[in-house]
């Protein structure tokens, strides 16, 4: 039970994982207003360095205590990042109107240029605005001397975050669980790189100034204020000096206390007389009746601080984890208990429209009682009247079959003129039994010359959609005139092509 110890490695990275996603958290709410965000990140970072070098501050007291002390700079500096920002989005709706092909290389090429270097520039200013004291143009130089000197680490960096955005769109079912962790992970290596970089550059005007003599500046944000309190002590040498033993409010703040409950637990590892080694029960049981001996000698706040710091950190992993695994386990369940999953574009059914599409199905094919079917809205328009939107909406639709969120789409006819390619939708000869349908109950894709070498498609056209009667539609509640479809998605499995099957079936009664 050796890794249980508050001191051993593994507790160590737990309570640094869990104070990073703390520290993520408190920057996502602090940034919802968005002209806060500059603020909200220094802050993040101004903390995170100091978890990440050993200085166990805290957290959530130093963060907003940074957030205050950093709060004018910062957002200076973000409003001029965000002006950037907002001039870049606007050249990339202007590209996206005008057609990637059309536009001219080198905008393309300027666009995509400037929009890097303003991210990058973005990673390294606040974390930068949360270690030294300087002027808002001198931060937006040391910014751009780390981006060139940190070239290479902070590209890798962002082809991580971007995977990190892909894998939250593709897997949007799992977006909390990897959001927490990609943003702990690029958190644990920008801080790596920039303390890193910090110290070396410390190092070497420390070096600098033994040898011309003179005297640093305290550039060192938040630094200065800590070191001269630990000069001003009655002369003491402890390494808890440095730590602020009262928070703004004037109460005992939680560095000062956790300091105390170490040595209190230094003290009582140091008893008067040398006592035998407890050797009686396994691991685990010994280990309990060392922490209970430990709390004896505490008082509650000292009590309430050795939990928050040696097991908080760990219990929150735990839930975490446990969490997590429920969620996978009962996403899996509803996976594999799933029978059909349907979509809606441009369509409305009823609350008895979608029972009969569900429940009423399952009934009928006859499936067991614990297997499910759903048919839910897209909230995908296919009218807009913008080109860049319709585009948009159709990366959304692809999107959303590949990620397997919907077995069929029920589409009206101008969406299935969108959307219907044999990319993403199913044969419907796969399916269903083309001698029972007419050649006009079909939607027919015709490939280009290009796609017909990938496409085994009779006399040049491929059947994706399957159009439904005026009965089915009065099942389904559908109260209009219009033409609609019903396509599946794209499949290879023997069984889903089944149960494709067996809904036209029940559909259409053939």
């Known amino acids: 039970m050796n890794f249980l110890k508050p001191d051993s490695p593994v507790m160590n990275f737990l309570s640094i994982l869990a104070d990073l996603i703390i520290l993520n958290l408190?920057?996502?709410i602090c940034s919802i207003p968005i002209v806060t965000f500059g603020a909200a990140y220094s802050a993040k970072y101004y903390v995170a360095m100091k978890i990440m070098r050993g200085e166990d501050t805290g957290t959530i007291i130093p963060f907003f205590k940074a957030f205050g002390r950093n709060f004018k700079q910062a957002t200076v500096s973000w409003m001029i990042m965000l002006l950037a920002i907002a001039l870049i989005l606007l050249d990339w709706r202007w590209i996206i109107a005008s057609g990637w092909s059309t536009t001219p290389?080198?905008?393309k090429f300027g666009v995509i240029a400037m929009t890097a270097f303003v991210w990058l520039i973005t990673l390294a200013i606040f974390p930068t605005i949360a270690r030294y004291e300087m002027k808002t143009r001198e931060y937006f130089k040391a910014a751009l001397i780390f981006v060139i000197i940190k070239f290479i680490p902070l590209v890798l960096i962002t082809a991580f975050m971007l995977g990190s955005v892909i894998a939250c769109i593709w897997y949007s079912q799992w977006f909390p669980l990897i959001y927490v962790f990609c943003s702990t992970t690029t958190t644990f290596f920008l801080c790596r790189v920039f303390i890193k970089q910090f110290d070396k550059l410390e190092k070497d005007r420390t070096a600098l100034a033994e040898v011309t003599g003179e005297s640093l500046p305290e550039e060192e944000n938040g630094e200065g204020e800590e070191a001269s309190e630990s000069e001003e002590g009655e002369g003491s040498d402890s390494a808890y000096a440095a730590i602020e033993k009262e928070d703004a409010a004037g109460n005992t703040s939680?560095?000062?206390a956790k300091m105390e409950t170490k040595e209190l637990e230094e003290n009582l590892n140091k008893p008067?007389?040398?006592?035998?080694?407890?050797?009686?029960?396994?691991k685990l049981t010994r280990f309990i009746r060392g922490e209970k001996k430990k709390l004896k000698g505490m008082n509650r706040q000292q009590k309430v601080i050795h939990f928050v710091t040696y097991y908080l950190p760990t219990l929150i992993i735990v839930i975490l984890l446990a969490a997590g695994i429920t969620w996978y386990a009962t996403d899996v369940y509803k996976s594999n208990m799933k029978v059909l999953g349907g979509g809606l574009i441009n369509c409305q059914v009823s609350d008895a429209g979608r029972k009969y599409a569900t429940d009423d199905f399952l009934s009928w094919g006859g499936y067991p009682s614990n297997r499910t079917a759903s048919l839910l809205d897209t909230d995908l328009n296919f009218k807009t009247d913008l080109d860049?939107?319709?585009?948009?909406l159709e990366i959304a639709f692809r999107a959303t079959l590949l990620t397997g969120a919907y077995d069929y789409m029920i589409m009206r006819e101008d969406a299935a003129f969108n959307y219907a390619t044999p990319d993403y939708l199913t044969d419907m000869s796969l399916i269903a039994d083309m001698d029972k349908f007419s050649e006009s109950d079909f939607y027919y894709y015709t490939p280009t010359e290009k796609e017909?070498?990938?496409y085994d498609a009779e006399d040049g056209r491929i059947p994706l959609g399957l159009k439904l009667t005026d009965d089915i539609k009065k099942k389904l509640g559908i109260n209009d005139d219009k033409t609609y479809y019903i396509t599946f998605a794209y499949s290879?499995?023997?069984s889903d092509l089944e149960n494709d099957a067996k809904f036209v079936e029940y559909l259409f009664g053939k």
Do not use: C, H, V, W
């Open 388 to 392: 860049f939107q319709e585009r948009y």
């Open 492 to 494: 290879t499995g023997p």
């Open 254 to 256: 939680l560095a000062g």
């Open 26 to 28: 408190l920057f996502i």
């Open 272 to 282: 008067d007389e040398i006592e035998e080694e407890d050797k009686s029960g396994n």
């Open 105 to 107: 290389f080198m905008y």
């Open 452 to 454: 017909k070498q990938n």
